[in-house]
T-cell receptor, first 114, second 115 residues
Framework: GDSVTQMEGPVTLSEEAFLTINCTYT??????LFWYVQYPGEGLQLLLK?????DKGSNKGFEATYRKETTSFHLEKGSVQVSDSAVYFC?????????????FGKGTKLTVNP | GAVVSQHPSRVICKSGTSVKIECRSL??????MFWYRQFPKQSLMLMAT?????????EQGVEKDKFLINHASLTLSTLTVTSAHPEDSSFYIC???????????FGEGSWLTVV
């Protein structure tokens, strides 16, 4: 079935370091792909998304490119900040039974130290 | 931005009792709400999809008589865990799709501990 695999954490970086969180997916058809972020004590928030192959989603300095050939949607940021410390979830959307659903990865906890 | 609020954020209940978790969309109407469950270090697993005014659609393997979902209005959905057992202890998250579009907003989640 449809699934998302993302790199296991936790990931600990120093401020201004480069970040990559890997995400690969398995899906029938052509899903949309998402990265959600959950800051401590808050709900999940949509960080960025891409709806078709080769699309690049970007927001707050984060980027991810929808790679159909490698079924990947890796999250990157060139220079992380302490405020980026959060749990990041990769997800895909599928339409099943007439309704759209999200399938999530396990989440990757990122801690950025000053 | 749009806010989805869950209550309570943490609850402890005794085995055999029932507990209700509320999910409210505070500043928008939501025709569809989703309930997820997350075990430690695991993915969010969709439990059910609820549409306002109709019965919830449960995912395979989710006991609908144990996890009662009610979506009585465009701003409120409730999840009731009936006859709770320790294995029901988990993190439950709701999300809501805005009435006029496709954007989904998530609640902060609710920790349930059954002792």
């Amino acid at each position: 079935g449809d699934s998302v695999t993302q790199m296991e954490g936790p990931v600990t970086l120093s401020e201004e370091a480069f970040l990559t969180i890997n995400c690969t997916y398995t899906a029938t058809g052509y899903p949309s792909l998402f990265w959600y972020v959950q800051y401590p004590g808050e709900g999940l928030q949509l960080l960025l998304k891409a709806t078709k192959a080769d699309d690049k989603g970007s927001n707050k300095g984060f980027e991810a490119t929808y790679r159909k050939e490698t079924t990947s949607f890796h999250l990157e940021k060139g220079s992380v900040q302490v405020s980026d410390s959060a749990v990041y979830f990769c997800a895909l959307s599928i339409t099943q039974g007439g309704s759209e659903k999200l399938v999530f990865g396990k989440g990757t906890k990122l801690t950025v130290n000053p | 931005g749009a806010v989805v609020s869950q209550h309570p954020s943490r609850v402890i209940c005794k085995s055999g009792t029932s507990v209700k978790i509320e999910c409210r969309s505070l500043d928008f109407q939501a025709t569809t709400m989703f309930w997820y469950r997350q075990f430690p270090k695991q993915s969010l697993m969709l439990m059910a999809t609820s549409n306002e005014g109709s019965k919830a659609t449960y995912e395979q393997g989710v006991e609908k008589d144990k996890f009662l979902i009610n979506h009585a209005s465009l701003t409120l959905s409730t999840l009731t865990v009936t006859s709770a057992h320790p294995e029901d202890s988990s993190f439950y998250i709701c999300s809501a799709r805005v009435y006029w579009g496709n954007t989904i907003y998530f609640g902060e989640g609710s920790w349930l501990t059954v002792v």
